[in-house]
């Protein structure tokens, strides 16, 4: 299994950046697909974004050309660069790993609080 601790958050006015990181122990994060979701006060969790351990990535469309996920196999690590930040990415963002070898596994971090505003 793995553990996973995110770091990175706090306010920032809107047009600013952020980079979360998710530091990764325990067991190698390189067979993980490794995602951010995104929980908003009174809204469900959302993804936000994804990475396989192959690379490929993908995004939830309200943060696509502003976010990017990316990973460092060698630190263990997931970050996900946030730019361009608005209002409405004010949530709690946790990292999630999901293990892509028998046996399955599925794993979360504690959150990290971003908070954008004026």
């Known amino acids: 299994q793995v553990q996973l601790v995110e770091s990175g958050g706090g306010l920032v006015q809107p047009g600013e950046s952020l980079r979360l990181s998710c530091a990764a122990s325990?067991?190698?994060?390189?067979?993980?697909?490794m995602a951010w979701y995104r929980q908003a006060p009174g809204k469900q969790r959302e993804l936000v974004a994804v990475?396989?351990?192959?690379?490929?990535?993908n995004y939830a469309n309200s943060v696509k050309g502003r976010f990017t996920i990316s990973r460092d196999n060698v630190k263990n690590t997931v970050y996900l660069q946030m730019n361009s930040l608005k209002p409405e990415d004010t949530a709690v963002y946790s990292c999630?790993?999901?293990?892509?070898?028998?046996?399955?596994?599925?794993?979360w971090g504690q959150g990290t609080q971003v908070t954008v505003s004026s």
């Open positions: 999630n790993a999901n293990r892509e070898r028998w046996p399955p596994g599925q794993y």
């Open positions: 325990g067991e190698s994060a390189n067979i993980y697909t």
């Open positions: 990475i396989t351990s192959g690379g490929d990535t």
